[in-house]
């Protein structure tokens, strides 16, 4: 197991290394051997101590229950698939408000210094407030104008609150995008007789865009996370379903069955992110 | 007449004065050579001849209309007067091919179909056939300035600005570089160039400019220049480069 980064020596086979190569090498092992057993010290303490607390029989009785954990993470799976429903069809309305917005910030036009202005206050006003207060907000406050139905759905609304919160931060992010490709680029494409806005559509915008995938990836990771916070005006999702069962069972382990399903979507979309983050930050060095 | 001219063309970044008063004529077919220290306004001059830059006073006559006037448009300007960068500026995302023939799709509203075997011929001429579908990141410096001269002869502009293109470059690819130049030279084209070549510019230019502290200090043919300078500036400066 790799556990620190070894970087072999160049070329010098096994038993014919160097002085530095063999000290080197010697450095080495050891440095793995104290990680591997410290690690080892950690968890074990971890095992040993925490079932010695006073409350730990309760705590496994209530959050750890397989037979409760098997019962219903069906139901929680099930439900899960309205989380991603719900992010299947924000997530590309957020892409396209986010760069509607992103680039109305851009537009240099006196005439559209309003639209300039109404992204500003935009992407201030929408970054400024937490999710939960806007889904409030929007979830609650619309449907109270008296819609019909099916106008006054919380899937709606609360998709609404979520896209005008996300497209904000996504427009951010594309922004800087937009700003990290070099002046020297724009040059070229004026010198040839490109103009704004085919500068902007075929130079630009294709290189910035690329740029902040890694970031925006995380953004919707985030946002897999926050469809759970519908539950709070209606939608019974997985964090609502969970909850319903945790009153059935009078137990808290669907909760950590959601936890469960989560994780497994977003540490591998957090851990390709990285990915993507580390290759972009090689490819600019 | 001169293709281009320049009549007292000033330019200050803030408090910075760049140009002082430059007074300078291109006439058609003729290769001129600016010359100079760092900072002494080649570039910045350049960037004021297709407009990437405006200029605070003075005209910029191209073919006798002054295309520095307020309120123009500078795209159909730009069109007309092709430029090549120090750093070559090729557009990342895009192979070769598509890097040349964007411009002449976009502005001029030419088809891929009808662009295509020109932009092979091009390639051909310059010896890059097999790197025409080579991304900027796969091809060395010199493969990429040669391009970025492609890119700007597909437009097919009448004057053609260099901005120092192979002060970026290794030195063993300088060569096939000046040598597209030279090319370009016997095919007639209409060139200014600010450079640090002066063994190049001594042996082509018709028209040599010693620029010191954004005024041209100096100009003449290139035996009068670096045969002869007058200025104690002149000197001075060639002592150090040559």
């Known amino acids: 197991m790799a556990l620190l980064d070894r970087t072999e020596g160049g070329g010098a086979g096994v038993g014919r290394l160097t002085r530095r190569q063999a000290y080197e090498a010697q450095l080495r092992r050891r440095s793995n051997w104290i990680a591997a057993v410290s690690t080892l010290g950690v968890l074990l303490a971890l095992v040993v101590l925490i079932p010695l607390a006073p409350g730990w029989e309760a705590v496994k009785r209530s959050f750890f229950n397989g037979e409760v954990f098997a019962q219903t993470f069906p139901g929680l799976l099930q439900a899960f698939l309205l989380d991603v429903a719900i992010f299947a069809w924000c997530a590309p309305l957020i892409a396209l408000l986010g760069l509607a917005v992103a680039l ?53 609304w609360g998709s609404l609150a979520l896209i005008l919160v996300y497209a904000a931060y996504v427009a951010e992010v594309i922004r800087s995008g937009i700003e990290s490709v070099h002046e020297s680029q724009r040059a070229a494409a004026a010198s040839l007789g490109l103009s704004e806005r085919d500068t902007m559509r075929y130079v630009v915008l294709p290189q910035a865009i690329r740029r902040v995938v890694p970031a925006n990836m995380n953004l919707f990771v985030a946002l897999q996370k926050d469809v759970a916070l519908l539950s709070f005006i209606g939608p019974v999702e997985i964090f609502r379903q969970a909850g319903v069962y945790k009153s059935l069972m009078a137990n808290f382990t669907p909760y950590v069955g959601a936890a469960v399903i989560f994780l497994a979507i977003t540490i591998p979309a957090t851990r390709y992110a990285d990915y993507l983050l580390n290759k972009e930050r090689r490819a600019r060095s | 007449m001169s293709l281009l001219e320049l009549r007292g063309v000033e330019k200050a970044f803030g408090d910075t004065v760049v140009l002082r008063g430059i007074d300078l004529s291109v006439g058609r077919g003729e290769m001129v050579c600016l010359i100079g220290a760092s900072g002494s306004g080649k570039s910045t001059l350049l960037r004021c001849m297709n407009l990437l830059e405006p200029i605070d006073d003075g005209e910029i006559l191209l073919d006798g209309t002054d295309i520095a006037e307020p309120g123009l448009d500078p795209q159909p300007v730009r069109e007309r007067i092709g430029m090549v ?158």
Not at chain 2, 92 to 97: G, L, V
Request: proline share 7%.
């Open chain 2, 85 to 242: 960068f120090q750093s070559y500026n090729l557009f990342p995302h895009m192979d070769a091919a598509e890097n040349v023939m964007l411009a002449p799709r976009r502005v001029k509203g030419l088809r891929r179909e009808v662009l295509l075997p020109r932009v092979e011929a091009l390639f051909e001429r310059f010896g890059l056939t097999d790197r025409i579908h080579a991304y900027p990141d796969q091809l060395s410096g010199g493969q990429q300035q040669r391009v970025a001269i492609v890119r700007a002869l597909a437009m097919e502009p009448e004057i053609m600005l260099f901005d120092e293109i192979t002060s970026a470059l290794d030195p063993e690819l300088v060569g096939e570089v000046l040598d597209v130049l030279r090319d370009l030279r016997q095919q007639g084209m209409t060139m200014v160039l600010a450079t640090h070549e002066m063994g190049f510019a001594r042996e082509l230019a018709d028209k040599v400019c010693f620029l010191d502290a954004g005024a041209i200090l100096e100009d003449g043919t290139p035996e009068e220049v670096f045969g002869a300078p007058q200025e104690a500036r002149t000197q001075a400066f060639l002592r150090r480069v040559l």
């Open chain 1, 104 to 156: 109305a910030r851009d537009v240099r036009t006196p005439a559209a210094y309003p639209l300039r202005l109404a992204a500003i206050v935009y992407t201030d006003v929408f970054r400024g407030l937490p999710v939960i207060l806007v889904i409030y907000l929007i979830g609650f406050g619309v449907p109270g104008l008296g819609l019909p139905r099916p106008w006054n759905s919380p899937y709606i």
